[in-house]
């Protein structure tokens, strides 16, 4: 999948001012300063695309974004997920879960995870949660320039395990060097059926 083109929409707060569900859509959810916006602007070539801070939480919104007139890309706020989804609500914001629980052109979520933490309770909760929504999760280590390779490969292994998913499933990424963009751009294609000649558009 190449980018051509990439512009935001608009934020919601609610369902009520959600885009029309007229595209496929992929959600980016992480922990606060996971590096989940430098993610999405290595992915669309662009450097602010998706507004970076160094503070926790400055995403207050879900931020909806055009990819090339083909999907959308949906920024959802850093996340803390409680155990239960009762307590996901009260924890995280009920518009999230409205989001990912109701919205019917979400085709999975890119799970992003800082390969050099040991997953916690809010990320296997996530994931068990999205599992049982039905919702496809797409798994990213994030900051891979951080460690050597083998340091790199040993992490990916004991997350993998951690979370009891083949550690081929944990895509490596690096915003600095570019490692895993195209990796997770073609997951995401893939998920959302993008056709050939969408994919191989060129750049302007």
């Known amino acids: 999948m190449i980018v051509a083109s990439a512009r935001f929409i608009k934020s919601a707060a609610n369902k009520s001012h959600y885009p029309e569900p007229t595209l496929p859509e992929i959600a980016f959810?992480?922990?606060?300063?996971?590096?989940?916006?430098?993610?999405?602007?290595?992915?669309?070539?662009?450097?602010r695309l998706v507004k970076t801070s160094s503070t926790p939480g400055r995403t207050q919104l879900i931020n909806f974004f055009d990819i090339n007139d083909a999907v959308i890309f949906v920024d959802l706020p850093g996340y803390g997920y409680a155990r239960v989804p009762e307590k996901i609500r009260k924890q995280w914001g009920p518009m999230i879960e409205t989001y990912l629980s109701t919205r019917s052109t979400l085709q999975g979520v890119v799970v992003i995870l800082d390969i050099r933490r040991t997953p916690g309770v809010e990320e296997r909760d996530l994931l068990a949660w999205l599992d049982s929504q039905g919702i496809p999760a797409l798994p990213v280590l994030t900051k891979v320039d951080k460690l050597s390779k083998t340091k790199a490969a040993k992490q990916r292994a004991a997350i993998a395990r951690d979370l009891g998913v083949p550690s081929d499933l944990l895509i490596l990424f690096s915003a600095q060097t570019r490692q895993g963009k195209?990796?997770?751009?073609?997951?995401?294609?893939?998920?959302?059926?993008?056709?050939?000649?969408?994919?191989?558009?060129?750049?302007?």
């Open 29 to 47: 959810a992480g922990r606060s300063n996971v590096g989940k916006s430098s993610l999405i602007n290595t992915l669309v070539n662009r450097k």
């Open 182 to 204: 195209d990796a997770v751009l073609d997951a995401i294609a893939d998920r959302c059926g993008l056709t050939a000649p969408a994919e191989e558009e060129p750049a302007p």
